[in-house]
């Protein structure tokens, strides 16, 4: 008859950093501090081990054992501690445990091995097997069923937040995808979690960028946060990489989107603090070796490299709804359609597949539009009534156009969508059942095989789909 209660002085998951363990006798109402250690003490590494604890959970069969977690514990990294007689002493399990990650090599972040975890709210203990605990993490849900051997809890549930997505042409992978928190993945099965694991050198946290050159597809960028540099290129289609040879003073800060035009020699870097705040993009004509402002290039807007014509690049400025456009290279941008939608920096320019100046704006509920002439113009795509994300696929048997896939709505429903008529009309791809919450960030269609497409959620990884054949 034990009422045991987690304490913290913030909600979570970031920004706790003193907490406590209580236990409280509901035959009496005597409260009992119990709290395994008192955050603010020295860490190993001589900072201070602040923290709050998070989860917590009782075996049901055998009063006086029980289990509590740390929460936002960076220093000396978050544990589970144990109990078998009501809180008198505890046992830290991060301090025996031996964690396997083979199935999902990503959790390595890019070192040697695993870390126990961080983030740990989520906490529950098997009532009719007391060695069997599972405790969710900021990237997974860890087991255990001797109290010493972890491993991921999470075959065919993945709680990713996927921020871009590319189907190479060519190579051994037919995904290659930039996530929040875990970097970039290099996709060589659809049904695994990436051999590889995080791509490395450098190390990123979230993945802000990811583009390849249409016509030299073996060469990938990729920006990020991260601690030892934030763009890096990959001259082997994303399986390696290397770190550019610098990096503009903003990127540490305000890593943002980039793009590589068609025949890989120049490199357009945008920047985008956290906090929203723009700066001036960087222009590189060999290869990131050294930079140089754009001062004609929309602050903070994606940039947009043109499939077909090495000379062209596009970027939307969703502040004014006006269409910037380049035809030397990056050098300088200059104004083309105006009185777009604007206000909503969520908008998204994508541009088709081996076609110089084909461009297709998705505005959300203001509908889509597109510019056959490099964005001098556009017109609103009828029959169209939403569009969050939009790309490209293998056209269908005997169509000219690619395929085109988006997140929209050509009703009152936002699905996900594929039209093989150049955007006349529009299948529903997904049904009632397969609809994963947020999906409006990113969208691809394989263009090796006609009627696949990857869609990303914000929490449920990467799905695909393929035609019923």
Same mark, same amino acid.
């Given at each position: 008859?034990e009422l045991?209660?987690t304490?913290?002085?913030?909600p979570?998951?970031?920004g706790?950093?003193d907490?406590?363990?209580?236990?409280?006798r509901?035959?009496?109402?005597t409260w009992?501090d119990?709290t395994?250690v008192?955050?603010?003490?020295?860490a190993a590494?001589?900072s201070?081990?602040?923290f709050?604890?998070?989860?917590?959970a009782?075996?049901?069969?055998?009063p006086?054992?029980?289990?509590?977690?740390?929460n936002n514990r960076w220093?000396?990294?978050?544990t589970?501690?144990?109990?078998?007689n009501?809180?008198r002493?505890w046992?830290?399990?991060?301090?025996?445990?031996?964690?396997?990650?083979?199935e999902t090599?990503?959790?390595?972040?890019?070192?040697?091995?695993?870390?126990?975890?961080w983030w740990i709210?989520a906490?529950a203990l098997?009532p009719?097997?007391s060695?069997?605990?599972?405790?969710?993490?900021?990237?997974t849900?860890?087991g255990t069923r001797?109290?010493?051997?972890?491993?991921?809890?999470?075959r065919?549930l993945?709680?990713?937040?996927?921020r871009?997505l590319?189907?190479?042409?060519?190579?051994r992978a037919?995904?290659?995808s930039g996530?929040g928190d875990?970097g970039?993945?290099?996709?060589?099965r659809l049904?695994?979690s990436?051999?590889?694991?995080?791509a490395?050198?450098?190390?990123?946290?979230s993945?802000?960028g990811l583009a390849?050159?249409?016509?030299k597809p073996?060469?990938v960028?990729?920006?990020?946060?991260?601690d030892h540099?934030?763009?890096a290129?990959?001259t082997?289609?994303?399986r390696t990489w290397a770190?550019?040879?610098?990096?503009?003073?903003?990127?540490?800060?305000?890593p943002?989107?980039i793009?590589?035009?068609?025949?890989?020699s120049? @490199?357009?870097?945008s920047?985008?603090h956290? *906090? =929203?705040t /723009?700066?001036?993009?960087h222009?590189?004509? !060999?290869?990131?070796a050294?930079?140089?402002?754009?001062?004609t290039f929309p602050?903070?807007?994606?940039?947009v490299?043109d499939p077909a014509d090495?000379?062209?690049?596009y970027a939307?400025?969703t502040d004014?709804?006006?269409l910037?456009?380049?035809?030397d290279?990056?050098?300088?941008?200059?104004?083309g359609a105006?009185g777009l939608?604007?206000?909503?920096?969520q908008y998204?320019l994508?541009a088709?597949p081996g076609?110089t100046?084909d461009?297709w704006l998705?505005t959300?509920?203001?509908?889509l539009y597109?510019?056959?002439d490099?964005g001098?113009?556009?017109?609103?795509?009828?029959g169209?009534?939403?569009?969050?994300?939009l790309?490209?696929?293998k056209a269908a048997p005997g169509?000219?156009?690619p395929a085109?896939y988006?997140?929209?709505?050509?009703d009152? @429903?936002?699905a996900?969508?594929?039209s093989? *008529? =150049?955007? /006349?009309?529009?299948a529903?791809?997904?049904d !009632?059942?397969?609809?994963w919450?947020?999906t409006g960030?990113?969208?691809?269609?394989?263009?090796?095989?006609?009627?696949?497409?990857y869609?990303a959620?914000?929490g449920r990884?990467?799905?695909y789909?393929?035609?019923?054949r």
């Open positions: 008859r045991y209660v304490y913290a002085n913030g979570g998951p970031n706790q950093s907490g406590s363990v209580h236990k409280l509901t035959t009496s109402g009992t119990v395994p008192k955050p603010g003490g020295t590494d001589g201070a081990d602040t709050g604890y998070g989860g917590v009782v075996d049901a069969r055998r006086g054992t029980v289990v509590v977690s740390t220093a000396d990294v978050d589970v501690f144990r109990s078998t009501g809180g002493t046992t830290s399990l991060k301090d025996s445990a031996v964690l396997d990650v083979s090599p990503y959790l390595k972040w890019g070192a040697d091995k695993p870390k126990f975890g709210q906490l098997d009719y097997d060695k069997h605990i599972v405790y969710g993490t900021g990237a849900l860890y001797d109290l010493r051997h972890w491993a991921p809890q999470i065919g993945e709680e990713t937040a996927v871009q590319i189907s190479p042409p060519v190579g037919h995904l290659i996530l875990i970039t993945m290099y996709h060589e049904t695994a990436p051999s590889r694991g995080m490395t050198n450098p190390v990123f946290g993945a802000t390849l050159a249409t016509r073996s060469y960028v990729r920006t990020g946060w991260g540099g934030n763009g290129f990959s082997d289609g994303g770190p550019f040879g610098s990096q503009p003073a903003l990127a540490k800060d305000a943002g989107p793009a590589v035009n068609t025949d890989a120049v @490199l357009i870097w920047f985008v956290w *906090d =929203g /723009r700066y001036p993009a222009r590189s004509g !060999d290869g990131g050294t930079w140089a402002e754009v001062p602050k903070g807007a994606t940039p490299a090495a000379t062209r690049f939307y400025d004014t709804g006006t910037h456009a380049s035809t290279g990056g050098r300088t941008f200059t104004a105006t939608p604007s206000g909503d920096s998204k994508a088709a076609r100046g461009l998705s959300k509920t203001n509908g597109r510019s056959t490099g001098a113009s556009f017109t609103k795509v009828a169209c009534r939403a569009s969050h994300v790309g490209f696929g169509a000219a156009y085109i988006q997140i929209g709505a050509v009152s @429903l936002t996900v969508l594929r093989d *008529d =150049g955007a /006349r009309t529009w529903r791809v997904n !009632d059942a397969h609809q919450g947020w960030e990113a969208i691809a269609g394989d263009p090796r095989l006609y009627g696949r497409v869609v959620t914000n990884g990467i799905q789909g393929d035609l019923l």
